[in-house]
């Protein structure tokens, strides 16, 4: 995700310079950013602020520059609970820089399904939300509701086909599905990148944002793209006719995970604030607002949310999640196979 902004870092290096003189009832946390930001104000962040008192101190930055931070800062921390949606917590469990919770301190655990916790012992925090990666369509373009993956192949799609690029995460997740259901494995992408070389033949575009697969989608009559839940939404408030479909092959997906910083002096209270973000609340907030999917059995959607995600333990529990240290560890080449079948 993206680098932190020369404004942030300074508003971090000032954070930094105050956080000895407020560290008893002041927490530093990593956030994402954008709407996702807005929704973390509104959903943890000033909730927890009203019912302890203590403040919290926000550095925006995306979980691999979070996670370089925290790994920078591994002498002399200076975050307090540190949010990663690329799997990053379990590197930075097996390197000490982020330590296991205490039961005891954090009990919505207790309402998580197991497979959000399932290595909180190891030092891993436990996953909040889950931005499910499936087909994003526009409803009342496409000729037939896709099912399959492969259907983004069918050539009736032809030039509405969007990808995006996999320096993006979502992008990186979609394209391993794609890779998957065409015969490859994390040891093999040729089959994805064969796969991606005939879409382009056929038409197809390859964006690297968000905001230009909404460009697409908008102005220039994409019909259909492998991406996420959260944005699907983002397109139907933004009033076009967008649907988000989990083939039957099986939905990856990206979780959001809360973790806490070691050798920090707060751990009492970021307990306490990891135990808001994963309390039944604040992800059926998080639900509502992003549709993300929600890992505490207690959260209780409308209708209309949970047609948009992945609902319930059977399928949360469900959603793919590729092993986030291949993808750190072969990326690099990866985007070096993926930039050459891509270009023209």
Known sequence: MKLVTASAALTFAALMGGTALAQSNTLVINSFGGAYEQAHRKCVIEPFEKTTGASVKIVTAYSADAFAQVRAQKAAPQFDVIHFSGGQEIVAASEGLISPLDPAKVPNLANLYDFAKKN??????????????????????????????????????GDHVVLTDISNGYGMLGFLQLNAVMGGNLDNIQP?????????????????????????????????????????????????????????????????????????PNGDLASKFIDMTISAEAQGCFAEALRYTPTNAKVKVSDEVAADIAYGEKAASGLLRFDPTVIEAKRASWVEAWNKAIAK
């Open 120 to 157: 909180v012992a190891k030092g891993e925090g436990p996953a909040y939300s889950i931005a499910a990666i499936g087909l994003v369509v526009n409803s009342k373009k496409v000729p037939k509701e896709p099912t399959s993956w492969k259907n983004l192949m069918d050539p009736s799609f």
């Open 192 to 264: 994805g990148l064969d796969a991606v070389k005939t879409l382009l033949k056929a038409g197809a575009v390859v964006v690297k944002t968000s905001p230009e697969i909404q460009q697409a989608f908008a102005q220039n009559d994409a019909w259909i793209a492998p991406y996420a839940s959260d944005y699907a939404f983002t397109l139907k408030k933004a009033n076009m006719p967008a649907k988000f479909i989990q083939a039957k092959e099986g939905t990856p997906a990206s979780f959001i995970t809360a973790n806490l910083v070691a050798n920090r």
